[in-house]
């Protein structure tokens, strides 16, 4: 099993910034990535961005390239999410997740499904 705590959520204007933390603890030697994926009120649950857990692969939702950074601590079996340039419409609750999968590419890193264990999220509101 792997725990998951997300932390860095919050409250911020149109135009700010937020890094959100994912802690994984527990059986982690498994880990093949760890992705970010959100979800907002009335809606379904949509892909953000994730990281190769060895190496520095990464991938991302069109609607953050440019905005969002993923990068990870393999001491601290940790990833992190670097928000810029946040919009309304990044209001949503964000979640981190584990998978055990190979990814091999952008389709797989996006696919929920294939995510073993997630985190309980952590709540960002974008205020305009």
């Known amino acids: 099993q792997v725990q998951l705590v997300e932390s860095g959520g919050g409250l911020v204007q149109a135009g700010g910034s937020l890094r959100l933390s994912c802690a994984a603890s527990?059986?982690?030697?498994?880990?093949?990535?760890m992705g970010w994926f959100r979800q907002a009120p009335g809606k379904e649950r949509e892909f953000v961005a994730a990281t190769s857990w060895s190496g520095g692969t990464t991938w991302y939702a069109d609607s953050v390239k440019g905005r969002f950074t993923v990068s990870k601590d393999i001491a601290k079996n940790s990833v992190f999410l670097q928000m810029n340039s946040l919009e309304p419409e990044d209001t949503a609750v964000y979640s981190c997740?584990?998978?055990?999968?190979?990814?091999?590419?952008?389709?797989?890193?996006?696919?929920?499904?294939?995510?073993?264990?997630w985190g309980q999220g952590t709540q960002v509101t974008v205020s305009s």
């Open positions: 997740a584990v998978r055990t999968k190979v990814v091999y590419g952008i389709s797989s890193a996006a696919a929920a499904p294939l995510y073993d264990y």
């Open positions: 527990g059986r982690t030697f498994n880990s093949r990535a």
